[in-house]
């Protein structure tokens, strides 16, 4: 029976395992490895989880959940189906369809996992993430700190040589930094800070703010479908900036069509107020490792939302140094994760 490494996310959820001494990812939806970590109800049918229920996330949103990871630990309910549910429990959703994936995959049983946490992670909420694995039906005695497995996945890209490396995970709804030293084989988190309330929906929302503005549109205005069409489009915009210099955003509201232009210096100048946010962050952690600038030796991107180029731009004004991105930055973790499960 496999043990696997699962990086449950908040946008996004991925399975891998080891086999022929490295780490290989679980095809999730179709030759996708990423899994969205969205939950829908579908009335006659059940749940859905992933590629499916994210497509629902704008016709059907009353029965839709998606960013549930920020509130893992809390009491906070999601009505889907006349029924009220935990972030756990959706979270549980998400692990078994994994863990479905992997034993088709691999032909083979999977009882036990090695679940990735953010390093903020209370009691609490690694407590509910081990009930949601065991609710999926696996066992999860082993949690490994976010940014301890992007350390591991970095030295086993660049050697095991004595380093101080600044983990800067940027995701779709969460922002966590970490001080990592590593030495001999011990990766140790001297300090960690984040917001577990910044992630790229966040900038999704400040285009949505632009796009309104543009067009003389109140957000509370719109309907939620509108609403939603907007987020998706802001999304879309905001990826396509990485292989374009300008992205077009045209919706319907009522019976209108709405257009705006967004290009990379406008959404740099629209997320300022979150790189503000962010420079904060900076700050604190070098003051709580009580170190400069000058201590790291790299700066580590991980999140998909790390791989904006305006991210990156701001990052390399902060510090002055350019960032490592190892691979495809949403990955990462879910790497680290699966040489933990080879461990295992």
């Given at each position: 029976m496999a043990v696997i490494g699962i990086d449950l996310g908040t946008t996004n959820s991925l399975g891998a395992y080891w086999k022929d001494g490295r780490v290989q990812l679980i095809p999730m939806e179709g030759e996708s490895f990423l899994l969205p970590s969205v939950v829908g109800y579908v009335e006659g049918e059940g749940f859905l989880a992933g590629a499916a229920a994210k497509e629902r996330l704008i016709p059907h949103a009353g029965d839709?959940?998606?960013?549930?990871?920020?509130?893992?630990?809390?009491?906070?309910?999601?009505?889907?189906?006349?029924?009220?549910?935990?972030?756990?429990?959706?979270?549980?959703?998400?692990?078994?369809r994994i863990k479905r994936n992997a034993e088709f995959y691999l032909q083979e049983e999977i009882e036990e996992a090695v679940i990735t946490v953010p390093a903020y992670f209370n009691d609490k909420q690694r407590s509910d993430t081990r009930k949601a694995a065991q609710i999926a039906g696996l066992k999860a005695e082993r949690l490994i700190n976010e940014p301890s497995a992007a350390a591991l996945a970095y030295r086993r890209e660049y050697g095991e040589e004595d380093r101080t490396l600044l983990v800067f995970d940027f995701g779709g709804g969460t922002l966590d930094l970490s001080y990592v030293e590593c030495f001999d084989n011990v990766i140790e988190i001297i300090a960690v800070a984040g917001d577990n309330h910044l992630g790229g929906d966040d900038i999704d929302e400040a285009v949505s703010e632009y796009f309104c503005r543009e067009n003389g549109l109140k957000p509370e205005e719109l309907t939620r479908q509108e609403q939603a069409g907007l987020r998706k489009r802001s999304e879309e915009a905001k990826c396509a900036l990485e292989k374009q210099e300008e992205a077009a955003m045209e919706l319907t509201v009522g019976d209108r069509v709405c257009r705006a232009v967004l290009n990379e210096e406008r959404l740099f100048e629209i997320c300022m107020p979150l790189f503000g946010k962010i420079k904060q962050l900076f700050l604190r952690i070098l003051e709580d490792a009580d170190s400069r600038v000058s201590g790291i030796d790299d700066l580590i991107m991980v999140g998909g939302s790390s791989?904006?180029?305006?991210?990156?731009r701001f990052?390399?004004?902060?510090?002055?140094?350019?960032?490592?991105v190892l691979g495809e930055t949403d990955k990462v973790v879910a790497y680290g994760a699966g040489v933990y499960a080879g461990i295992r």
């Amino acid at each position: 029976m496999a043990v696997i490494g699962i990086d449950l996310g908040t946008t996004n959820s991925l399975g891998a395992y080891w086999k022929d001494g490295r780490v290989q990812l679980i095809p999730m939806e179709g030759e996708s490895f990423l899994l969205p970590s969205v939950v829908g109800y579908v009335e006659g049918e059940g749940f859905l989880a992933g590629a499916a229920a994210k497509e629902r996330l704008i016709p059907h949103a009353g029965d839709t959940a998606a960013s549930f990871k920020r509130f893992m630990g809390t009491a906070k309910e999601y009505h889907l189906g006349g029924r009220a549910y935990t972030p756990m429990e959706l979270s549980a959703m998400i692990l078994e369809r994994i863990k479905r994936n992997a034993e088709f995959y691999l032909q083979e049983e999977i009882e036990e996992a090695v679940i990735t946490v953010p390093a903020y992670f209370n009691d609490k909420q690694r407590s509910d993430t081990r009930k949601a694995a065991q609710i999926a039906g696996l066992k999860a005695e082993r949690l490994i700190n976010e940014p301890s497995a992007a350390a591991l996945a970095y030295r086993r890209e660049y050697g095991e040589e004595d380093r101080t490396l600044l983990v800067f995970d940027f995701g779709g709804g969460t922002l966590d930094l970490s001080y990592v030293e590593c030495f001999d084989n011990v990766i140790e988190i001297i300090a960690v800070a984040g917001d577990n309330h910044l992630g790229g929906d966040d900038i999704d929302e400040a285009v949505s703010e632009y796009f309104c503005r543009e067009n003389g549109l109140k957000p509370e205005e719109l309907t939620r479908q509108e609403q939603a069409g907007l987020r998706k489009r802001s999304e879309e915009a905001k990826c396509a900036l990485e292989k374009q210099e300008e992205a077009a955003m045209e919706l319907t509201v009522g019976d209108r069509v709405c257009r705006a232009v967004l290009n990379e210096e406008r959404l740099f100048e629209i997320c300022m107020p979150l790189f503000g946010k962010i420079k904060q962050l900076f700050l604190r952690i070098l003051e709580d490792a009580d170190s400069r600038v000058s201590g790291i030796d790299d700066l580590i991107m991980v999140g998909g939302s790390s791989k904006l180029g305006v991210v990156k731009r701001f990052l390399r004004e902060l510090l002055g140094k350019e960032p490592i991105v190892l691979g495809e930055t949403d990955k990462v973790v879910a790497y680290g994760a699966g040489v933990y499960a080879g461990i295992r």
